[in-house]
C-alpha cells in the first residue's frame, strides 16, 4: 500500500513538473516581440569612426528566424563637405535575422536593406553677386543613399524577458551619381563654375553595436 502511495506520489509530482516545463516552454515561444536600445560605432573610411545610438524591434516568426527593423543616429557633425558623407547621419534598416537560438545564449546571421542619409552629402557653390570680397556661396545639401547592413548577432539570455546583443558586420552604402560644382578658372583669368560629373561608388564600412533588449 506505501509503495503504491508513493508511486500515484511520484507520478504526480512528475506530472506537474512536466506541466510546469510545458507550460514555460509555451509562454517563452509566445514572446514574439522584442524592443532595444543600442550603443553603435560606424567606420567611414580608413580613420573616420562615429559613434552613434539606435533602437530596434524584433518580430521572432520562429525560434531561428526574426524580421527586424532598426534605426540609428549618428550626431557628431564632421563638417566634411567635400565628402559624400559628412555631417550628421541617420540609417534605417529592415530585414532578416537567422540562426539558432539556445537556452542562455544565440547565434545568428542578419541581412537588413536600407537606407542612410547625411546632412552634408552635396557640396553646391552659387555665385553671389559681384559686391561681395568672395564671388561664391557654399551651401550643403543632404544626401540619401542605399544601404545593405550584412554581418552576424550574437545574443546572450540572462532572463526569459532580458535579451544583451552584440552585432557585427559590413554596411555597405551605395552613393549613387551625381553633379557637383566646381570652380575653375577661365581663359581669362576669372574664376568659374564648372559641373564635374562623379560617378557611382559603393563603399564597405565596418559597424559595431551592442545593447539591451526586453522581449514581450
Not at 51 to 77: C, F, K, M, Q
Request: aromatic share 12%; charged share 20%; glycine share 10%.
Amino acid at each position: 500500500m506505501k509503495k503504491s502511495l508513493y508511486l500515484v506520489a511520484a507520478a504526480i509530482l512528475f506530472s506537474t513538473t512536466f506541466c510546469q516545463r510545458s507550460a514555460q516552454a509555451q509562454t517563452d515561444d509566445s514572446r514574439k516581440f522584442e524592443v532595444g536600445a543600442h550603443f553603435t560605432s560606424l567606420t567611414l573610411g580608413a580613420s573616420r569612426t562615429e559613434p552613434g545610438l539606435g533602437g530596434r524591434i524584433t518580430y521572432n516568426v520562429t525560434r531561428s528566424i526574426a524580421i527586424e527593423a532598426e534605426g540609428d543616429l549618428w550626431p557628431h557633425d564632421s563638417r566634411s563637405v567635400l565628402s559624400p558623407n559628412g555631417g550628421r547621419a541617420a540609417a534605417f534598416l529592415a530585414g532578416i535575422k537567422v540562426g539558432k537560438r539556445f537556452d542562455r545564449w544565440g547565434i545568428f546571421v542578419k541581412a537588413r536593406p536600407g537606407l542612410i542619409t547625411f546632412t552634408q552629402g552635396r557640396l553646391d557653390i552659387v555665385p553671389n553677386g559681384s559686391g561681395s570680397p568672395f564671388p561664391f556661396d557654399l551651401f550643403t545639401e543632404r544626401r540619401t543613399n542605399f544601404a545593405m547592413d550584412v554581418g552576424g548577432v550574437l545574443e546572450f539570455y540572462p532572463t526569459k524577458r532580458i535579451i544583451t546583443r552584440f552585432d557585427m558586420g559590413d554596411t555597405i552604402i551605395r552613393y549613387g551619381a551625381t553633379t557637383v560644382d566646381s570652380v575653375q578658372l577661365s581663359p581669362s583669368g576669372a574664376p568659374v563654375i564648372v559641373p564635374v560629373q562623379v560617378p557611382a561608388q559603393t563603399t564597405h564600412n565596418f559597424q559595431f553595436s551592442a545593447g539591451v533588449g526586453f522581449r514581450f
